[in-house]
Every structure is written in structure tokens, then in C-alpha cells.
């Protein structure tokens, strides 16, 4: 299997992958094809596929903040069972990722995600692809470390048009297991900066991150 970063549109890889987004996450989740373009261009964007006998079977896009020291996990997605896609990924994305904060001189802090909560949202079936259940998700994230930020979370459409996402948690991954809390003023300047693509955010987004510059800590709660 290759792990194979994708950085322009017309890459044969990129279409396969584009094709594979479409088949497990819902339409709101997935940006249209033609808005790719840019995103891969991005240096600060880190688009791999796994490739295994010609097809993209898995896939990861994630990014790291030289100024917080932090990644987020945009995606990931394993599209087949039996051939060890999902610690692949993880492997290389972490690799990757220490690589980049060592340039930084720096050691990586933490690595944000999104997850959805099945418990609370039982629609999503994801294409029928059982590796991307979302109950199985949550506990692929919970086994690598990461922890539930301890409050409401939502977030704008990924197709712009203003209206809200619910029913996810942002979780974190911190490099110390022992660490318990994360900084609010960190986490709000994280989701201003991230979100800045989408101009079109709900009310609701706002006055969560209103809520949150109010709170010193957030509490990194079991996922």
C-alpha cells in the first residue's frame, strides 16, 4: 500500500477520492468537486491517499498550525475492511505530522477532530460502508487517545449556506495522556481560523464561540 499526498485537482487519484467521499459522508459533509482546487494547492492542507492495486482505498486530509503548535484531522476514511487502512493512515499522519512540528522546532501538542455521535444522531449511514460507522469511528478515535471537549458543538455547512451541523463532538488528542483540560482561548482562535473558508456561519456558531471566550478551560472528557 503507498501512502500519496494529492495537491491538484486533475490527479487521477484525486477524482477517485472525490468519488469515495461522495459514497460514505453525507452531502452536507462533502465540498463540490471544483472547490477542490484550491484546498489541494494549499501548502498548509495535507491531502494523502492509501493506494492499494491501483485503487484509492482510504484517505486522510489534515493540517498543522505552526503558530498553535496543534493539527486538526479534517477526514478520514477507510473504504474497505481487511487490509489495515485505518493504522496505516494513522501511522504515516502521525509521522508526517511529528516531521512537521519538528521543522518547527517544536513537539506536536495535539491534534484536533470532529466525530459524530451516534447516540445522538442515527441517520448517518455513511454508504453502507461498515468500516466508517459511526459507532465504530468513535471508538477507532477513543482507542487512539483522544478525549470529548466538554461542550455544545456544532458547525457551519460545509455547502455555505448558513446553516448549522449538529450532532458532532471536537474532540482532541493530546500528546500528554495526562492532560485533562484544554485552553478556551485555544480552541476559539482554532475554530475562527479553521472555519474562515466558510463565510456564510449560522448565528448558533457564533454564540457558541461567544459562550466559549467566557470559560478559561474546557474539560477533556472519555470519548
Request: aromatic fraction near 12%.
Amino acid at each position: 500500500m503507498e501512502y500519496i499526498r494529492i495537491n491538484r485537482i486533475n490527479d487521477p487519484l484525486f477524482k477517485k477520492m472525490h468519488d469515495l467521499m461522495k459514497k460514505v459522508f453525507p452531502p452536507e459533509e462533502v465540498l463540490a468537486f471544483d472547490l477542490w482546487k484550491e484546498p489541494l494547492e494549499d501548502p498548509g492542507i495535507r491531502v494523502f491517499v492509501a493506494v492499494h492495486e491501483d485503487q484509492v482505498v482510504g484517505a486522510t486530509e489534515y493540517r498543522y498550525y505552526e503558530d498553535f503548535n496543534v493539527a486538526m484531522t479534517d477526514f478520514t476514511i477507510i473504504g474497505e475492511a481487511g487490509l489495515g487502512i485505518g493504522r496505516f493512515l494513522a501511522q504515516n499522519r502521525m509521522a508526517d505530522l511529528n516531521a512537521l512540528a519538528a521543522d518547527n522546532g517544536k513537539q506536536l501538542s495535539g491534534m484536533f477532530a470532529e466525530i459524530y455521535d451516534p447516540y445522538r444522531v442515527q441517520q448517518y449511514e455513511f454508504g453502507g460502508v461498515k468500516t466508517m460507522d459511526p459507532y465504530v469511528r468513535r471508538e477507532v478515535l477513543s482507542h487512539l487517545g483522544y478525549k470529548r471537549l466538554d461542550f455544545s458543538y456544532l458547525h457551519p455547512s460545509w455547502n455555505n449556506d448558513g446553516e448549522a451541523v449538529s450532532g458532532l463532538d471536537l474532540c482532541f488528542l493530546p500528546t500528554d495522556e495526562q492532560q485533562s483540560k484544554l485552553g478556551s482561548d485555544l480552541i476559539v482562535q482554532f475554530l475562527k481560523r479553521y472555519y474562515t473558508v466558510l463565510p456564510n456561519k449560522p448565528q448558533s456558531w457564533y454564540e457558541m464561540i461567544e459562550d466559549l471566550k467566557k470559560k478559561g478551560t474546557i474539560d477533556l472528557l472519555p470519548l
